[in-house]
């Protein structure tokens, strides 16, 4: 997908970038690039797979989720930024929380959101599991979002308990959605989510499929949850 491929499928999908916006997607994949000769970011750098299996991909959210207001989002395990930096190019007004787990991805973080002149957006070095334990963010967030980070089962107790009441959580899936939510429904109902839909569909030109799940807030996550850093992934809620 090439840029201007990208920027036409967005406008198919009723998103229309402006060349302020154009400009900051292609600083984006610069930057990235080179930030990656450094560390490792992604195994994907070539400049078409970028803006089709990055940009666009984390861009679907907004096809079934609704990212026009002003919302509080945070991004649990964001990495190069992924999904939540696509979306607040796309939509300014969202106010973006980052969480991840590595520090040199944080410090890419902020040089990326200072080149690119991004406004409310702030980069945390933490684990999940101890920011969703902090009374600053604890059940704070209108989104919540996760892209390619843990299994449901974990990633519901992560990312459930900074998701206020009536607020929503999107997991961001590819082909095994359907298996992983059936293993991950008592985590959801534990930690007061309700599945509210899932779709599936396929990214354009190579087809792959991925699956965008919603999750909706509906009672307050016990405190309890998360437990211990560590402890989710080697003994999820089943």
């Given at each position: 997908?090439?840029?201007?491929?990208?920027?036409?499928?967005l406008y198919e999908?009723?998103?229309?970038?402006?060349?302020?916006?154009?400009e900051q997607f292609?600083?984006?994949?610069r930057?990235?690039?080179?930030?990656?000769?450094?560390?490792?970011?992604?195994?994907i750098?070539?400049?078409e797979?970028?803006?089709?299996?990055h940009?666009?991909?984390?861009?679907?959210?907004a096809?079934?989720a609704?990212?026009?207001r002003?919302a509080r989002?945070?991004?649990?395990?964001?990495?190069?930024g992924?999904p939540s930096?696509?979306?607040?190019?796309c939509?300014?007004?969202?106010?973006?929380?980052?969480?991840?787990?590595?520090?040199?991805?944080i410090?890419?973080?902020?040089h990326?959101?200072?080149e690119?002149?991004?406004?409310?957006v702030?980069?945390?070095?933490?684990?999940?599991e101890?920011?969703?334990k902090?009374?600053?963010?604890?059940?704070?967030?209108?989104?919540?979002t996760?892209?390619?980070v843990?299994?449901?089962?974990?990633?519901?107790?992560?990312c459930?308990p900074?998701?206020k009441?009536g607020?929503?959580f999107?997991?961001?899936?590819?082909?095994?959605?359907n298996?992983?939510?059936?293993e991950g429904?008592?985590?959801?109902?534990?930690?007061?989510?309700?599945?509210q839909d899932?779709?599936?569909?396929h990214l354009?030109?190579?087809?792959?499929?991925?699956?965008?799940?919603?999750i909706?807030?509906?009672?307050?996550?016990?405190?309890?949850?998360?437990?211990?850093?560590g402890?989710?992934?080697?003994?999820?809620?089943?």
């Amino acid at each position: 997908m090439t840029p201007i491929q990208f920027a036409d499928q967005l406008y198919e999908k009723g998103i229309t970038l402006n060349k302020e916006q154009l400009e900051q997607f292609a600083a984006y994949y610069r930057i990235l690039v080179e930030w990656n000769e450094k560390m490792n970011l992604t195994a994907i750098t070539a400049v078409e797979e970028v803006y089709l299996k990055h940009f666009y991909d984390s861009i679907t959210a907004a096809l079934y989720a609704d990212f026009s207001r002003p919302a509080r989002i945070c991004d649990v395990g964001a990495g190069a930024g992924f999904p939540s930096i696509p979306l607040k190019i796309c939509f300014p007004e969202l106010q973006v929380t980052i969480v991840d787990s590595l520090k040199k991805r944080i410090g890419f973080l902020n040089h990326l959101s200072m080149e690119l002149g991004l406004s409310g957006v702030a980069f945390y070095h933490d684990r999940a599991e101890n920011f969703g334990k902090k009374a600053d963010f604890r059940e704070k967030f209108d989104i919540v979002t996760a892209r390619a980070v843990a299994r449901m089962s974990v990633l519901s107790e992560l990312c459930l308990p900074l998701c206020k009441k009536g607020g929503i959580f999107i997991a961001m899936k590819g082909a095994q959605a359907n298996e992983e939510l059936q293993e991950g429904k008592t985590a959801i109902e534990v930690c007061g989510g309700e599945i509210q839909d899932v779709h599936h569909f396929h990214l354009p030109n190579e087809n792959s499929e991925r699956s965008i799940m919603l999750i909706e807030k509906k009672r307050k996550t016990p405190k309890k949850y998360p437990r211990k850093a560590g402890t989710p992934n080697k003994d999820p809620i089943v």
